[in-house]
């Protein structure tokens, strides 16, 4: 599903104005991405968060020639899913896992 | 940042919604997203990235407080794989 299916989708189901749909898409995702752009972390209850994690600098290779490349520092966004919606996509299926650590809700 | 400054930035930019109905409308853009994601259709949204169900095996691991062996089912999780466009905006 593209954005454009997504918007399509939820004109469907509940029969808001294209136009509206749209520019709400829109503002969700760039808003999102500004928050992220000022590292500020975003909580969306039931969906799940997102993060701006931080990777230190280290001397990988390129997997062809084999030479040494040195890679930056660089911020890259984290997801972490929420539980509402982990439980949804795994059927609430038992889960061997821990998830005393799940701040999401 | 929480849904709520997401629902006061689409009011501010919605003539004619009130509050509560932009709330409602960011309410069905994550209802839908769930309920995509929740079928195991993927979601690509360019310039911020792509959400992935995948499909994981049952595999063996190991309680690391007891060192015992658990088997841990077969489970589909969500992957979100961020679009180059958004790696780039958080590295200028």
């Known amino acids: ?105 | 940042m929480t849904k709520a400054d997401l629902v006061e930035a689409v009011y501010t930019k919605l003539d004619g919604f009130s509050k509560k109905e932009s709330a409602e409308l960011v309410e069905s853009v994550f209802e839908m997203m769930k309920e995509t994601l929740g079928r195991g259709d993927k979601i690509k949204i360019s310039g911020f990235g792509n959400f992935v169900v995948r499909d994981k095996k049952a595999r063996i691991g190991r309680n690391p407080q007891t060192g015992e062996e658990i088997t841990i089912s077969a489970r589909r999780v969500l992957t979100f794989k961020p679009s180059q466009v958004l790696k780039n905006v958080l590295n200028v």
């Open chain 1, 1 to 105: 599903m593209t954005k454009s299916q997504l918007i399509e989708a939820i004109v469907a189901a509940r029969g808001y104005p294209r136009k509206a749909v749209e520019v709400a898409v829109n503002s969700i995702f760039d808003g999102m991405v500004e928050a992220l752009q000022r590292d500020d972390r975003i909580e969306i209850r039931g969906f799940g968060n997102f993060t701006v994690r931080r990777y230190k600098e280290y001397v990988g290779r390129n997997p062809k020639t084999g030479d040494k490349v040195h890679v930056p520092e660089k911020l890259m966004p984290f997801f972490k899913v929420g539980k509402e919606l982990r439980e949804r996509i795994n059927d609430g299926e038992a889960y061997a896992g821990d998830d005393s650590d799940d701040d999401d809700e």
